[in-house]
């Protein structure tokens, strides 16, 4: 029978001025799917390397994603799925949105492409939820499209396809400690100024606008959050202190990669990505914080395809 | 001396998505003045046709912005200033930015154009500081450099040029009614819920990558406003049913333009824009609400020179 392997990557959610809409994907941080056609029908999970999560397809997010897909296609037969993950759950860069799309779009090839994009992004959405308990999509669309993306509604989906300004690097620094669920939730306001909401706009609209002309400038004036990030960012240790460092450094922007803990910086260049990843090391290694850090273009092709046994 | 005539359009600013922000040039609705160097310093608005406003050159928005230019550039010679007032004050299509811009902009041209855009934008900032008791740019950028702007922020002063689709056209329908301003503030929400002002960013966000695709369906499913028009819109009359007859009629959308009375609407092509003209046309007629209605292009050029006596 048929045999993919596949990488599912990480991403980066929110990007300061685009809260539950905006996201970018990472290269060289990547879940590895091997999935198998099998006779027996259904979905199983055969073994998950890296993290202890549920083998049941129907409560882990790579088999609800994979289940929601062949609801709809109605195959003869079933899917084999063998999760290596490297993407640590609660990082707070797209874990369970790698996991969902990671299935969806290997069992994709596998069948020769019957779906698009927007299909697939649909039936990730429902593995997505059972980790998120809502149904969004601002990790899912960058992890399988690739690039920036914006997500307009979720119903009726509508994704935007930004572009990639070439010499856009992110530093991202995962501190290893546990931010609830819960925590990161209670702190979000459920009211915020008007003034505060206008500044927010101005900075995403411009910030759109910014990735359209590659005005690096005006991508880094945008990198703006007034109305999360006050918040939030209490929660992770060594923020301020890791935000101040990368302005220092010259990154465009710093801000809490999706719910946190992880941090993220959008630089111009690998010089400079390498400069900034060099300074939040340092301020980590005189804690006893355990961290990991990783420098990444933008990866703009989203999934793909490490190998194939037709 | 040197004397020129310049028309100075009429804008419209929010656009239903982009509150404070986003606005837009209109063709055929401008004001024009004529403004002569005069061997006697300083500024002098000699005439103002069409609408009763102040000649003292430090109460008119044209003179204060006047009086701002020279200023800072202190020349040897004065300007003498005849403004025909064709926008009407207190219509929502800024009124003030046309006569702000107007008079900064003609002086420029006399000058030789010693200032930039943005530079010429800061003294009409000051003018329609005026009329409107504080700083904002959401007309005055629209109004000089024509086309769709996002003005990121005032101070300091940064604003996007959005690209125009070649097959937009605006439709302007003026109520001849009074809102004060202090009404029209009044009723906007100093708080917004949170998961409004994500609806209303993603849809700025998503305008903004429409402008830039040249997308209509996109530009037509962000043209939405869940923060100001349902408050604002209750101060206008006919509003709901301009709105729906507009949608009925193929209309892109409809929003109140700047803090109203006047609706906007966008469609794409001349002959859409008809059909949505004479459809709210029929619903003022059978009303005995005087009214002014427009059609026009976006202007991408902004103000233009009529005539120059060297």
New interface residues.
């Given amino acids: 029978m048929k045999e993919i392997k596949i990488s599912a990557p990480a991403t980066v959610a929110n990007v300061s001025?685009?809260?539950?809409?905006?996201g970018f994907c990472l290269e060289h941080v990547a879940d590895e799917m091997i999935i198998r056609e099998v006779p027996q029908k259904g979905i199983k999970i055969t073994q998950i390397k890296g993290y202890n999560l549920p083998l049941e397809a129907h409560k882990n997010v790579a088999g609800v994603s994979a289940l929601a897909l062949i609801e709809d296609a109605k195959p003869d037969y079933g899917y084999e799925i063998e999760i290596i993950k490297h993407v640590m759950p609660g990082s707070g860069i797209g874990s369970s949105a790698a996991s969902a799309i990671g299935s969806v779009y290997g069992i994709n090839e596998l069948m020769g492409r019957p779906y698009t994009a927007n299909e697939l992004i649909k039936f990730a959405i429902k593995g997505e939820a059972i980790a998120s308990q809502c149904e969004h999509a601002d990790n899912i669309a960058p992890a399988l499209l690739g690039g920036f993306t914006?997500?307009?509604?979720v119903s009726p989906l509508?994704v935007?396809e930004?572009p990639t300004p070439d010499d856009l690097f992110a530093v991202i620094v995962h501190p290893k400690i546990e931010i609830k669920t819960s925590e990161s939730r209670a702190v979000?306001?459920?009211?915020?100024?008007?003034n505060d909401?206008?500044?927010?706009?101005?900075?995403?609209?411009?910030?759109?606008?910014?990735l359209?002309t590659s005005d690096y400038d005006?991508i880094k004036?945008?990198l703006e959050d007034v109305?999360i990030e006050p918040h939030r960012s209490k929660l992770i240790p060594l923020f301020q202190m890791v935000k101040e460092s990368a302005e220092n450094n010259k990154a465009l922007g710093c801000g809490i990669s999706g719910s946190g803990p992880s941090i993220f910086t959008l630089c111009k260049g690998k010089f400079v990505a390498k400069d900034v990843a060099d300074a939040i090391k340092d301020i980590f290694n005189t804690t006893d914080i355990d961290f990991e850090i990783h420098t990444s273009k933008i990866n703009t092709k989203g999934p793909a395809v490490i190998d194939f046994k037709n």
Same sequence: chains 1, 2.
Avoid at 17 to 22: H, T
Avoid at 197 to 210: E, M, P, R, Y
């Fill in positions: 001025c685009g809260f539950d809409v905006l914006l997500v307009k509604s509508t935007c930004l979000l306001p459920k009211e915020v100024a008007l909401a206008i500044k927010q706009w101005a900075n995403l609209g411009s910030f759109v606008h910014a359209h005006l004036s945008s109305i």
